[in-house]
């Protein structure tokens, strides 16, 4: 609690102290010192509400309607823990990221906004009062859009900023509804909610929209792929490794208050996880946007959480503690894991476009040998983004396969038979998918020849900004290898969701059972490649290596050029799914026998963003600019308005 | 207990490079060549293994280690699939899991190496491989799926020993097909054709020499020794009990499975890559269809 | 008594339609006079047995100021600014007499529920009133010319006074001030109307006075 | 005593202003009394007794509250008056839209006006009689109608004229709606003093019910016209668009919140006669309308001082919203109407700065003020943040408070109705905001950026304290406001 109230007390004062130092050199080393430090202190109090419990905190500082009470318990303790580690490593690596802008921007601006969207984070996932928490969740929402339009002189960046507030906005406007629902005649405080039985399915509903818009469920991801872009890369990293998980932890925390969860949950949860997922991943491998890509894999990966959770409410609710536990603690685990491979993903992406100042796919190429480190992190991170053993990826996505093929067999016969396939198809689908991806991602991007004479000389990266992918990577491995302990150290949160039915250590043993395996085959892989390292070596000790072009089938002059490019690397399965991505081809060539200039230009378009929110936007306005012929300046008119409310209401009260 | 598990994991690693040279016989048969003897693989390593490397200067580490990655998994997966009955090193719930996406860990670093070339071809072939796989993926878990309803384990070994009749012979179907696309053999596939433009699998690997060459042939066919022995053990009639008999029927079975693959790859042609992803659905298709008859 | 009461309100309607019918400009002044008169001798006949220094005032006033004042300046710009008739209204004459007609029949309907408790006398007001006012909307609605509309306006403020008489007897303090406000204001417009309008645009007619629009 | 003095002294201080020729010695009087409105009203805060019920004159809590608002409204659009007024350049000068020469109408007519037009306002708030009421209302309308005319070009005489002629019908028809009161209130035999708020509350339940609420349309529609309800808001727009930016700031600011006042004030009546249900179906409505109306004309707005304007029309609904649902919504749209006024008149003031700047009131020709007025961009930044209702700002607890009563109420239909509006609101409103401030001017647009200028004191200053207050009612509540609010919620509830 201390630890805590220390935290929030570094991040304000940094905050303010920020906004004064302006363009001044200082606020690259003073911002990240501030953001570390803070994050530090608010990591240790996370970890300690996870061993704990945690702490509640009231306030005697009145606002409208509510009261400053705060409360930590261990499920908050592991969404700050997330935020925590994400966001004082981007700081790190900010603080060389954004060296590039000194002078030329309000730097402190920029990073007093970094931390007052940290702090108002941890406030989001400890606000114990509804009102507090929607507070919270506006500063966020806003901070956020104001990091995100760093770069605001440019129109584009503007209203990709614009769509993420447009759209976080009218999210919030569901969560207003919510709240007011759940406080029910002035009783915002989280203690006082008791929910009738009436209004448990529309603010389940209006939970999943409101929530759901920030994490990115289906049709309301549209801003991610704007946003993200957009935003300096370790803001991105932030936004998009732990931010839209504040989305999960209200998803979470309303079902905690809405009592035992109900098999609809499960089955609302998973299907929107699954059409999420496939959608996201099927979008991540149509871009030619290094950054849009990532943000498209985060929608991915939201679903897969989803389904996680949906797996597990199911579970609880048909009465197979186990089954639930296995599929929230998989869900849960997904969140971290999600944070630690995207934020290395966004920051490696990050370091690419400082060094090549382009985040076009197409241009990039052999940055592996340019760029070391930073290319093989992002190797590794792509590496358990598509659930590969031995890194963490795969643990959580194994124990969602896991529980679902467990209550294949358990609900054998009944309905939710066919929730356990559709989990498994999708994930199976999303596994693939993300390998098609990633490996474009990685390969086309770090491998081969250069596309581009930017990437050509490309330069890795400063020290502060290799750190904290090193240490992320380390992460991804290190959970991947000592998952069991991993999970016995989380079981408290998984006690704090299923709260209403404890699930009992038993479970969550038996579900660790396979982990202990799974690392012992982890170490056991280590191993052998070892070994066939050492094979390998000793075959080729005393054997002529050379060096020579790549075999071109005997092609005379081999050009950069004539390299697999991302688009046709994708285009198989982006032609098989041609519809659903609103994928389409401009093919440019000069008319007559010998055309000359030949070009031909692939896009995939958000279908949702193009067929139904524009046309929304647009239709409203259009019938608004109808109207305006009420105010044609007569005035005649006005007083004939006047003289027809008159009569209209006398008419109507007598 | 002891011995039959180190017998079966030995006998693998030693025999598995048999396979190839037994469909390179049943192709023969039908083709009425008298054909390569059965140990020619052999031969090839040992001729691969006494090379020296060549390297393009395009590559990175990645190219070296990718047959590393794909001879590691696929000896873990020798560890993790049973044959018939057969107990084997590792098992426990959930191990099918982590096959599959072990050899998902072995196809992205195969496609990794082969972008790291920065050749077209491989390229080509590297994005027909994800294209292939992720529709491979559905129908093989969908089949493990199956299995486990069928067995109400979700362990291999204990799966297969606890598997009555039914709805196997539909799953050995969708399962076979699973193996022709993922050890890329016709009607997916051409191993042994020419023309780079044609290829998905070989041309990955072209540019890798020496014991880079001789470890992905390795891992190849560790890879469709797992995929034949889960096939094998599908086909393997519930009768038998005793360990050793099981694995006798189990190899009876396997080398059938292979004679199969030889056969299909003389009667059949290589199929137009447009049609290919239609049977892959259709293989899915045939898994779903024996889950829903064994969950009903 | 009351037939004449009856004559003097039927007289006012029929002064209302004239309002609403004629094109020319004095002639509607002239009405607008006569109504003014009509409406303080009703005043004076309603309150005759009471009469007190308030209400003295108040019809004094309020003779002076409509039925010789505003006429007075209304017809010395008209003739200044050489504006006889009013051309091309928003809403034809003949159209207007219908509409007329509507709203007597609306404001009869208004003032059904609501009735007067004393005399049977008094029952007439509201609707007469209500007619007149909604008359007086109607004209300052119909019509472009500014000096068209504030006759409009003093029309409307000519019914309330109906209805205030009627009222005079509860609250006279209030009544006389509010009333000799609203005149007040009636005056202002004129003010601004005819000299600042007349001085930007020469000319009275309101049309241009529509360049503030969202169209 | 002090009340006479809140009314004489201001109003005094104007009639010497009308006298004096010397225009420095008006801004100075200007700025002297409006302190010493402010110093007063915040000393009745501790010293105002009780109000006598028959009383014409008389400060009770909601009263007090709208006055402070007035007060300090008046305060601040004073002192930015005293730098305006010297700022601007007498005798002729071109005209920012068409090329047409105008000249300021005198300095002292102007400060003269303003202060009558405190001292009207004033009497608003503290009179406790409907007749004297509307006397106070109407006054308002004549003493600010030549505030609207201080640049004295054929536009602002349009919106002059416009405001004049369909404000006194409202108040025409208001006035009517008192004598219905009168009568209303026949039966009980003439108390003579009948239209005292003290006695008509006392006596509401004899009223003739018919006639109450005949007469609460009328009065509903006469004041609403003045507190721009759609759809009689018609004047509102073109007046706030011509005013100078003081004035418009006080009129969206002070005058609305005054003629709301007098509306709250019947309402009271209505629901002592039991006949509650009437009045707030009527605030319901009307308000619902004033949304729709707002969102429609906020979409596709060109002029930024017409789009504050509509703005004004849509919180006026919203407070209107909040009165009829009751309940929580009662104080939240008293809490809003603070709110707004502090937002708006800052707002409108940050938007004169910028006519100043740029010399247009065209949205797509303003372009990079973040680099152009610093300063300015902040305030108008953080305004533009508060008017769409997002923390830390009051106007989003103010906005949550009467979401919550119409979810209180079950009204979901309603609450879905204002969600919707003020999400499109929200929309356009950021869409025409952000460009102005953060890009960079664009050539064709043919209005060149001007230089990086100087931003004095009092044209910043004042708007930052306001900024300052409305975050702090966004954070923090303090006991003496809620405790107000809440005196304020039970006397409005009928308890």
């Known amino acids: 609690m201390v630890l805590f109230a220390g935290a929030m007390i570094v991040f304000f004062v940094g905050a303010v102290l920020l906004l004064f130092i302006g363009r001044a050199k200082g606020a690259n080393i003073a911002g990240p010192l501030f953001a570390v430090v803070g994050s530090v202190l608010a990591m240790a109090a996370s970890i300690d509400a996870i061993r704990t419990g945690g702490f509640e905190l009231v306030l005697p500082w009145h606002f409208q309607m509510g009261l400053l009470h705060l409360k930590m318990d261990p499920l908050s303790g592991y969404f700050g823990l997330v935020i925590c580690l994400v966001s004082g490593l981007a700081a790190i690596y900010g603080g060389q990221y954004m060296a590039a802008y000194t002078k030329k921007k309000q730097l402190g601006v920029s990073w007093s906004l970094y931390l007052i969207l940290t702090a108002s984070m941890m406030l989001v996932i400890t606000a114990w009062n509804g009102v507090l928490f929607l507070i919270a969740w506006e500063i966020m929402s806003v901070s956020s859009f104001f990091l995100v339009i760093f770069e605001s002189e440019k129109p584009r960046v503007l209203k990709a900023g614009w769509i993420y507030l447009v759209a976080t906005h009218l999210g919030t406007a569901l969560l207003l509804v919510m709240f007011m629902i759940l406080g029910k005649n002035n009783s915002y405080d989280f203690n006082l909610v008791q929910v009738s039985a009436t209004a448990v399915t529309p603010i389940f509903i209006l939970a999943i929209i409101g929530f759901g818009t920030k994490a990115g469920f289906l049709p309301f991801h549209v801003w991610l792929p704007e946003a993200h872009p957009e935003a300096p890369s370790h803001v991105s990293a932030v936004m998009s490794a732990a931010m839209i998980k504040t989305g999960i932890y209200g998803i979470i925390r309303i079902c905690i208050f809405l009592g035992p969860p109900r098999a609809s949950w499960g089955w609302t949860l998973i299907i929107a996880g699954a059409l999420t997922g496939i959608f996201g991943v099927l979008s991540a491998l149509a871009q030619h946007n290094l950054k849009r890509l990532l943000a498209y894999s985060s929608v991915e990966n939201i679903g897969i959480i989803s389904i996680g959770l949906g797996l597990g409410f199911l579970g609880l609710s048909t009465g197979h503690p186990i089954i639930g536990a296995l599929g929230i603690s998989g869900g849960i685990l997904h969140v971290m894991n999600h944070a630690v491979f995207k934020s290395i993903l966004f920051l490696g992406a990050g370091s690419v476009l400082h060094s090549i100042h382009t985040p076009a796919i197409e241009k990039m190429g052999g940055l592996m040998k340019r760029m070391p480190i930073t290319g093989t992190t992002f190797l590794i991170a792509s590496a358990a983004i598509c659930a590969l053993p031995p890194f963490n990826g795969f643990i959580s996505e194994f124990l969602i396969y896991f529980g679902a093929f467990s209550f294949l067999y358990a609900s054998k016969g009944t309905f939710s038979v066919l929730a356990s396939i559709i989990v498994i198809v999708s994930l199976a689908l999303i596994g693939g998918l993300a390998l098609a991806c990633f490996s474009k991602a990685a390969g086309i991007v770090f491998l081969g020849e250069p596309r581009s004479f930017e990437a050509k000389n490309a330069h890795e990266s400063g020290i502060f900004m290799r750190i904290p992918m090193i240490i992320l990577a380390g992460c991804c491995l290190l959970i991947g290898v000592f998952s069991p302990y991993v999970i016995n150290f989380l079981h408290p949160v998984f006690e704090t969701i299923t709260g209403h039915q404890p699930i009992g250590f038993t479970a969550l043993e038996s579900a660790a059972i396979p982990l202990v395996m799974i690392s012992k085959t982890a170490l056991i892989i280590v191993m052998v490649l070892f070994l066939l390292a050492a094979l390998r070596w000793y075959l080729l000790k005393d054997k002529t290596i050379q060096e020579t072009g790549t075999w071109d089938c005997g092609y005379a002059a081999p050009t950069s050029r004539m390299q697999y490019t991302a688009s046709s690397f994708a285009a198989p399965i982006t032609g098989m799914f041609g519809a659903v991505l609103g994928s389409g081809k401009e093919l440019k060539m000069d008319t007559g026998l010998f055309p000359i200039f030949l070009s031909i230009k692939t896009h995939s378009k958000d279908i949702f963003l193009y067929l139904l929110y524009r046309p929304l936007f647009y239709g409203i306005e259009w019938a608004a600019l109808r109207l305006h012929f009420l105010q044609r300046g007569y005035n005649q008119l006005y007083i004939f308005y006047i003289v027809i409310t008159l009569i209209s209401l006398l008419l109507w009260v007598l | ?296 | 008594m009351n037939s004449i009461f009856n004559f003097l309100m039927i007289l006012l309607i029929l002064l209302n339609f004239r309002l609403l019918s004629s094109s020319r400009l004095i002639p509607c002044i002239h009405t607008f006079v006569m109504q003014a008169v009509i409406l303080t001798l009703v005043a004076w006949l309603t309150h005759r047995h009471n009469l007190n220094i308030h209400l003295i005032i108040l019809m004094s006033v309020n003779v002076i100021l409509k039925a010789i004042a505003l006429p007075w300046m209304l017809s010395r710009v008209a003739h200044k600014r050489a504006i006889s008739r009013e051309l091309d209204p928003i809403v034809g004459y003949t159209a207007s007499l219908i509409i007329g007609a509507l709203l007597l029949g609306i404001s009869v309907l208004i003032s059904q529920p609501l009735y007067l408790s004393h005399t049977a006398v008094e029952n007439f007001f509201l609707p007469i009133s209500l007619f007149t006012i909604f008359s007086g909307l109607f004209i300052t609605i119909a019509r472009k010319k500014a000096i068209t509309q504030v006759l409009g306006y003093m029309v409307m403020e000519n019914g309330i006074y109906t209805f205030g008489m009627a009222m005079a007897i509860h609250e006279p303090f209030i009544v006389e001030l509010s009333v000799l406000l609203d005149i007040f204001v009636a005056v202002l417009i004129m003010g601004v109307a005819i000299f600042h309008i007349s001085r930007e645009f020469d000319h009275m007619d309101t049309d241009r006075l529509s360049v503030l629009r969202d169209l | 005593m002090a009340i006479w003095l809140l009314l004489l002294v201001p109003a005094a201080a104007g009639l010497f202003c009308f006298l004096s020729r010397s225009s420095s010695l008006c801004r100075y009087i200007l700025c002297m009394a409006a302190v010493f409105h402010f110093l007063l009203v915040t000393w009745l805060w501790t010293h105002h007794g009780k109000t006598i019920p028959s009383a014409w004159i008389g400060l009770d809590d909601v009263g007090l509250l709208f006055l402070s608002i007035t007060s300090l409204l008046f305060l601040g659009s004073s002192v930015y008056t005293f730098g305006y007024l010297k700022a601007e350049a007498q005798g002729h000068r071109k005209d920012l839209e068409e090329n047409i020469f105008f000249k300021n109408s005198h300095d002292s007519v102007f400060t003269g006006c303003l202060l009558l037009f405190l001292s009207t306002m004033t009497l608003v708030t503290v009179s406790r009689h409907l007749g004297l009421m509307w006397v106070a209302i109407e006054a308002t309308t004549l003493s600010s109608a030549p505030l609207i005319y201080y640049h004295r070009h054929h536009r602002s005489l349009e919106a002059v004229w416009k405001y004049i002629l369909i404000c006194s019908i409202g108040i025409a028809l208001a006035m009517l709606g008192n004598f219905f009161i009168v009568v209303a209130g026949s039966e009980i035999g003439d108390t003579g003093n009948l239209l005292s708020l003290g006695e008509l509350t006392a006596n509401a339940s004899n009223l003739n019910p018919t006639w109450l609420k005949a007469a609460f349309v009328l009065c509903f529609v006469g004041y609403g016209t003045k507190m721009g309800l759609a759809p009689m808001h018609n004047w509102l727009p073109d007046a706030h668009s011509e005013a100078p930016s003081s004035v418009s700031a006080l009129l969206s600011g002070a005058l609305l919140n005054c003629a709301f006042l007098v509306l709250l004030r019947i309402h009271v009546v209505m629901i002592a006669a039991g006949l509650g249900q009437t009045s707030s179906q009527l605030f319901v409505l009307l308000g619902l309308i004033s949304l729709v109306f707002a969102a429609v004309f906020i979409i596709g707005q060109k002029d930024f001082k017409r789009m504050l304007a509509y703005s004004s029309v849509e919180h006026m609904g919203i407070i209107a919203l909040g009165i009829g649902i009751g309940g929580i919504g009662i104080s939240g749209s008293i809490f809003h109407a603070i709110n707004h006024s502090l937002v708006k008149g800052m707002l409108f003031m940050t938007a004169g700065n910028i006519m100043t700047a740029y010399q247009t009131k065209n949205i797509d020709s303003v372009r990079g003020l973040l680099y152009t007025r610093p300063i300015t961009a902040m305030l108008w930044l953080a305004g533009s943040i508060a008017i769409i209702g997002s923390p830390p700002f009051g106007t989003f607890l103010s906005e949550l408070t009467i979401l919550g009563g119409m979810i209180d109420t079950h009204r979901y239909g309603v609450a879905a109705v204002y969600l919707l509006t003020l999400g499109i609101i929200f929309a356009a409103l950021s869409a025409k905001v952000l460009p102005m401030i953060f890009l960079r001017p664009t050539g064709e647009l043919g209005q060149e950026n001007p230089l990086p200028g100087p931003e004095p004191a009092w044209s910043v200053a004042p708007l930052a304290v306001f900024g300052i207050f409305a975050l702090i009612l966004g954070v923090y509540m303090p006991p003496w406001l809620s405790k107000v609010l809440d005196e304020i919620t039970r006397y409005v509830g009928g308890q």
Not at chain 2, 247 to 276: H, P
Request: hydrophobic residues 55%; glycine residues 8%; contains cysteine.
């Open chain 2, 1 to 296: 207990m002891k011995y039959i598990i180190t017998t079966h994991l030995l006998f693998t690693l030693i025999l598995c490079p048999v396979i190839p040279g037994i469909i390179q016989k049943v192709k023969a048969f039908f083709a009425g060549r008298k054909g390569k003897p059965v140990l020619q693989m052999y031969y090839d390593w040992g001729k691969l293994l006494r090379k020296g490397a060549v390297y393009s200067r395009t590559t990175t580490w990645i190219f070296k280690a990718s047959p590393l990655i794909s001879v590691a998994t696929g000896i873990i997966g020798v560890m993790l699939v049973p044959l018939g009955k057969t107990p084997n090193l590792l098992s426990f719930p959930g191990d099918m899991i982590l096959l599959v996406y072990l050899f998902g860990f072995a196809r992205f670093a195969t496609v990794l190496a082969a972008l790291d070339t920065g050749s077209a071809f491989e390229g080509m072939g590297a994005s027909r491989e994800v294209q292939f796989s992720m529709l491979a993926e559905p129908a093989m878990l969908l089949g493990l799926c199956a299995l486990s309803a069928l067995s109400g384990e979700t362990s291999m070994s204990t799966m297969f020993t606890s598997l009555q009749a039914g709805t196997r012979p539909v799953l050995a179907a969708a399962i076979f097909i699973v193996l022709l696309a993922e050890n890329s053999r016709i009607p997916f596939d051409d191993p042994n054709t020419h023309l780079e433009l044609t290829m998905i699998h070989e041309v990955m690997i072209l540019d890798h020499s020496g014991p880079d060459l001789a470890f992905i042939e390795y891992g190849a066919a560790l890879k469709f020794w797992i995929y034949a022995s889960l096939t094998a053990s599908l086909i393997v009639p519930p009768g038998f009990s005793g360990e050793w008999k099981s694995l006798g029927a189990g190899l009876i079975a396997l080398i059938l499975v292979v004679a199969a693959v030889g056969i299909v790859e003389s009667v059949m042609a290589r199929l137009k890559l447009t049609r290919v992803p239609q049977l892959l659905v259709g293989a899915t298709i045939l898994s779903l269809i024996s889950l829903i008859l064994i969950i009903r």
